[in-house]
């Protein structure tokens, strides 16, 4: 059964720096793409960074560039987020999901998703 | 960036109802598009890839069409456990974008 698990949220004063994680079961972590996927309180859902299996590309989404890095270590099956400069508008669930590549479609989706950790960046 | 859209934002609909989502792109992305469930307090769960690709084990009362920009989301008999908040998102292009969601609610 595929399990990802968040850890690290909290409360950060505007500013401040807070490292995400994701522990991985369930599948062969080191061939699929990661995803981290962020939901505000009452808000929808916004894709925030992916990184490719063997870590030699990472995306992310313009709000976050040059604050936060995405990474991962396929030795102890783990995602990690390090978000530094952290603002309000920061506050939000944050997802940890697995994506895959379908080579029939030539498409890419996110089959499955944790259950979050909120991070609250509140003085 | 690759804008989406969803109409409607919200709708009421009862059991056994016939429902329609739509989801448009600001510009084509061929059938990279993807739909996800959400629950009240809930994370997300997959439901149809490719456009129109069922994911294993979803209901086929669930179905999805369309390609280029505009797509669609349809659930031939809505029951209960479906009354949920919609996600369209592509992945043609990064960023990775969600449309703002459709909320189906009774």
């Known amino acids: 059964e595929v399990q990802l698990v968040e850890s690290g949220g909290g409360l950060v004063q505007p500013g401040g720096s807070l490292r995400l994680s994701c522990a991985a079961s369930?599948?062969?972590?080191?061939?699929?793409?990661m995803n981290w996927v962020r939901q505000a309180p009452g808000k929808g859902l916004e894709w925030v960074a992916n990184i490719k299996e063997d870590g030699s590309q990472k995306y992310y989404v313009d709000s976050v560039k040059g604050r936060f890095t995405v990474s991962r270590d396929n030795a102890q099956i783990s995602l990690f987020l390090q978000m530094n400069s952290l603002r309000a508008e920061d506050t939000a669930v944050y997802y940890c999901a697995r994506g895959v590549y379908d080579s029939a479609s030539k498409t890419s989706y996110i089959d499955y998703w944790g259950q979050g950790t909120l991070v609250t960046v509140s003085s | 960036d690759i804008q989406m859209t969803q109409s409607p934002s919200s709708l009421s609909a009862s059991v056994g109802d016939r429902v329609t989502i739509t989801c448009r792109a600001s510009?084509?992305?061929?059938?990279?598009l993807n739909w996800y469930q959400q629950r009240p307090g809930k994370a997300p769960k997959f439901l149809i890839y490719?456009?129109?690709s069922l994911q294993s084990g979803v209901p086929s009362r669930f179905s999805g069409s369309g390609s280029g920009t505009d797509f669609a989301l349809t659930i031939s008999s809505l029951q209960p456990e479906d009354f949920a908040t919609y996600y369209c998102?592509?992945?043609?292009?990064?960023?990775?974008?969600f449309g703002p969601g459709s909320k189906v609610q009774i």
């Open positions: 490719a456009a129109s």
């Open positions: 998102q592509q992945t043609y292009s990064s960023p990775l974008t």
């Open positions: 510009q084509s992305i061929s059938n990279s």
């Open positions: 369930g599948f062969t972590f080191s061939t699929y793409w």
